[in-house]
């Protein structure tokens, strides 16, 4: 039975893969390397530490990396935050959860201030039971450190009884590797079939379609 539900919050709560990745490459230009919008956008997902391995040589991540994410941060908070918009029917589907008797965790590859933030512009900070940052892992996604910080606040819940809710293929493998189900949503921009090859056991188009499919999903199996 489900107790728990971990969210992915960038691409899945909140609509920002686009402004991440956009920000990405500025920043990334601004050090000297031109990488495109839509290979950039295919790392998003991952935590900056991951990002830059699919992109850089090692060395450069070595001697420039701290800079790169730094810069990067700054970027987004000065220049994209104002436009981040929660996706429809965010809220609606945490109360679904605490009304199923069932507790929910964000968990994000972002910095605190930002799962901060976010909680605020998607109107759940009241509907969560505990969050988890970048702070709380060691490595970021597709490593399954989040998840397994995550899931350590839902004590003594085993991981057969959470199931993870993420829109990229990085959420579903970093499930998988914390021995969780997860459950896939296309608003990040990610295909079906990928999400289902990295292991999501149902896909929908986003929290919205899960959210009138409740009783049906596998929250409720």
Do not use: N
């Not at 996706?87 to 009304?99: N, S």
């Amino acid at each position: 039975m489900i107790k728990a539900a971990i969210f992915d919050i960038d691409g899945t709560l909140i609509d920002t893969v686009d402004l991440h990745a956009e920000a990405w490459v500025r920043a990334l230009k601004h050090f000297g390397f031109e990488i495109a919008f839509q290979d950039l956008r295919s790392q998003i997902g991952k935590g900056g530490d991951q990002i830059l391995h699919g992109l850089l040589p090692p060395e450069v991540i070595e001697q420039r990396g701290d800079a790169i994410k730094g810069f990067r941060a700054e970027l987004f908070k000065r220049e994209y935050l104002h436009q981040v918009r929660a996706f429809p029917a965010v809220r609606e589907l945490f109360e679904r959860v605490r009304a199923a008797g069932q507790k929910a965790v964000l968990a994000s590859s972002g910095s605190a201030d930002e799962v901060e933030q976010y909680k605020g512009i998607a109107g759940i900070a009241d509907l969560i039971d505990s969050a988890t940052s970048s702070d709380d892992a060691e490595r970021s996604k597709p490593f399954p450190d989040i998840f397994e910080a995550a899931l350590a606040k839902l004590a003594p819940l085993t991981p057969e009884e959470a199931v993870v809710i993420g829109d990229t293929p990085y959420d579903a493998e970093a499930a998988r590797k914390a021995g969780m189900k997860s459950i896939g949503v296309l608003s990040g921009g990610f295909s079906e079939q990928a999400l289902k090859d990295a292991g999501c056991i149902a896909v929908y188009r986003d929290v919205e379609s899960l959210l009138h499919r409740y009783d049906s999903s596998p929250f409720a199996s």
